[in-house]
């Protein structure tokens, strides 16, 4: 099946500072997703990006299907930011079977004050 | 509208009983799927309902666990003979989706902790 490979597993930032996270996935998809869990365990919809660039706020994502990544831009950190944010992907169009989601391991992501 | 509600958010029980787990979808949402999520395995696939058949069941780890979903809504989640791996925490998700192609934005519930003693 597909991989989905996250980096950097862990991030250390201060308040205020960016960052960037890294999904690679091993095959073509048809749906690319992030996601933030919060401390409570919640998956936070962030972005659907198949393909393109898109912006909310403080956090943007880029997809380059042909080239198999995605990248999560998080500027001037919060506190609120703290969690782990996972990339999921699915390939329903490929016939692989369904919709189910494959996700990565996740960016386990600390922000100190 | 309302999210994805899961209950019950806790459950505690003893190795070799049964449990059922209960998902509500978004209103309208046709596709209905669950996922576990535990420390070793990450989060993982296991059923994928299109209305109420349920097309790819492929994640289910053995037979000890069933799912059903009626009336296009409501899923229920049945672990039989608990054991103590089945611990985890068990998230419900759902989508729009109507074929395969199509825009296919999940959307996750809170999730019910499963501790088997």
């Known amino acids: 099946g597909i991989q989905v490979e996250q980096s950097p597993p862990d991030l250390i930032l201060q308040e205020g500072a960016n960052s960037t996270l890294r999904c690679n996935f091993s095959?073509?998809?048809?749906?690319l997703q992030w996601f933030h869990q919060n401390p409570w365990g919640q998956l936070i919809n962030l972005f659907y990006?198949?393909?393109g660039t898109k912006q909310n706020g403080r956090l943007s994502a880029t997809t380059v299907a042909t080239e198999r990544y995605s990248l999560l831009y998080i500027s001037s950190s919060q506190t609120t930011d703290s969690g782990v944010y996972f990339c999921?992907?699915?390939?329903?169009?490929?016939?692989?079977?369904?919709?189910?989601?494959?996700f990565g391991k996740g960016t386990k992501l600390s922000v100190i004050p | 509208g309302a999210g994805v509600s899961q209950s019950p958010s806790n459950k505690v029980t003893e190795k070799g009983k049964d449990v059922e787990l209960r998902c509500d979808p978004i209103?309208?949402?046709?596709?209905l799927y669950w996922y576990r999520q535990s420390l070793g395995q990450g989060l993982e696939f296991l059923i994928y309902?299109?209305?109420?058949?349920?097309?790819?069941k492929s994640g289910l780890p053995s037979d000890r666990f069933s799912a059903e979903r009626t009336g296009g809504s409501v899923s229920t989640l049945t672990i039989q003979r608990t054991q103590q791996e089945d611990s985890a925490v068990y998230l419900c998700?759902?989508?729009?989706?109507?074929?395969?192609?199509?825009?296919?934005?999940?959307?996750f519930g809170p999730g019910t902790r499963l501790t088997v003693l």
């Open positions: 209103s309208g949402h046709t596709a």
């Open positions: 309902f299109q209305g109420n058949s349920a097309p790819d």
């Open positions: 095959d073509s998809v048809n749906n």
């Open positions: 990006i198949p393909s």
């Open positions: 998700a759902s989508s729009l989706a109507s074929h395969l192609g199509s825009y296919n934005e999940q959307f």
């Open positions: 999921a992907v699915d390939q329903s169009y490929s016939g692989a079977g369904s919709y189910q989601l494959t």
